[in-house]
Nanobody
Framework: QVHLVESGGGLVQAGGSLRLSCAAS????????MGWFRQAPGKEREFVAF????????SASDSVKGRFTISRDNAKNTVYLQMNSLKPEDTAVYYC?????????????????WGQGTQVTVSS
């Protein structure tokens, strides 16, 4: 079992930055693929960013590419999402998730473990 806890959310003005953290416990995430998703009110959960465990390959959705960066520190059992140049449309609850093995990383159904989420609100 992997237990994930997100932190770092909050209220920020448009153009500002936040860094989200996802701390894992229960077992090491060094062999897990890690992703960030978000869900805005009235909308479906959507893929934000991914980092692969084998070679730390990363991917990000078109809506955040160039502004958000995912990284991981296996020694701290933590994954990060650095969010720069935030926009009001980035407002959502952000979730960290993990899965082992192969799969479609941008599909939420592939992930085995989820955190409880952290709220990010960007004011205009």
């Amino acid at each position: 079992q992997v237990h994930l806890v997100e932190s770092g959310g909050g209220l920020v003005q448009a153009g500002g930055s936040l860094r989200l953290s996802c701390a894992a416990s229960g077992r090491s995430i060094s062999t897990y693929n890690m992703g960030w998703f978000r869900q805005a009110p009235g909308k479906e959960r959507e893929f934000v960013a991914f980092i692969r465990w084998t070679d730390t390959m990363t991917s990000a959705s078109d809506s955040v590419k160039g502004r958000f960066t995912i990284s991981r520190d296996n020694a701290k059992n933590t994954v990060y999402l650095q969010m720069n140049s935030l926009k009001p449309e980035d407002t959502a609850v952000y979730y960290c998730a993990a899965y082992a093995g192969r799969g479609t990383y941008y599909s939420s159904s592939r992930y085995d473990y989820w955190g409880q989420g952290t709220q990010v609100t960007v004011s205009s």
